[in-house]
């Protein structure tokens, strides 16, 4: 069964410093997305991507944050310059339809920043 | 109000037993709607779609009121494996993105 793949499972980083989080989506999906859930908290919608464009961002998504699909498998989020803040679990989901069809998750990247 | 709210529970029944978890949403103009379920420090995963006439899938039903923006999910003869927190999902369809509740904390009893 086809999966979206996430890595790493764990980053740690020092405050201020840049981290790239890799995701593979599924391989015949058109929509990407990006979420991060803070421990205990509920899960937060950052940025959609279609078509090689960001559809959609939410006021999380900020200048600090990029989202890229460098070639044909792989879509990336950056995060400029960490922040404590930013300590939290980032999740990739892609999607054939868009965002009123289902949306298959990845296993998720533990960012924690020091 | 909230965009999508639902109670956190937890929520204890003993193994066997039904349970139903309601879900509100703001936005009327809301379209699509799902259910996943979240076992710790896991991703979520897709439970099942919601659909306008209400549908089934095994011991899970999940039913829509449109009139009153609730949606609701039954899980009938619940195993221990149902312990999770179950996550609303609503889409408004003009918009790419989900909005997920803070989910409903389930613990099946043996």
């Known amino acids: 069964e086809p999966e979206v793949t996430q890595t790493p499972s764990h980053q740690v980083t020092q405050m201020g410093q840049e981290v790239i989080l890799r995701c593979v989506p599924i391989s015949n999906h058109l929509y990407f997305y990006w979420y991060r859930q803070i421990l205990g908290q509920k899960v937060e919608f950052l940025v959609s991507?279609?078509?090689?464009?960001?559809?959609?961002k939410s006021e999380i998504f900020d200048d600090q944050f990029s989202v890229e699909r460098p070639d044909g498998s792989n879509f990336t989020l950056k995060i400029r310059s960490t922040k404590l803040e930013d300590s939290a679990m980032y999740f990739c989901?892609?999607?054939?339809?868009?965002?009123?069809?289902?949306?298959?998750f990845g296993p998720g990247t533990r960012l924690t920043v020091l | 109000r909230k965009e999508v709210e639902q109670d956190p529970g937890p929520f204890n029944v003993p193994e066997g037993a039904t349970v139903a978890f309601n879900c509100t949403y703001s936005n009327s103009a809301s379209q699509s709607f799902f259910w996943y379920r979240q076992d710790c420090r896991k991703e979520p995963k897709l439970l099942m779609s919601?659909?306008?006439s209400g549908n089934e899938d095994g011991r899970f039903t999940a039913q829509l009121n449109r009139a009153s923006q609730y949606i609701s999910l039954l899980i009938r003869d619940s195993k221990l494996s149902d312990s999770a927190t179950y996550l609303c999902?609503?889409?408004?369809?003009?918009?790419?993105?989900?909005?997920f509740g803070k989910g409903t904390r389930l613990h099946i009893l043996p």
């Open positions: 989901a892609s999607s054939d339809l868009g965002a009123r069809n289902e949306q298959f």
């Open positions: 991507f279609y078509n090689n464009e960001i559809s959609e």
């Open positions: 919601v659909y306008s």
């Open positions: 999902v609503v889409n408004t369809n003009r918009d790419d993105k989900i909005i």
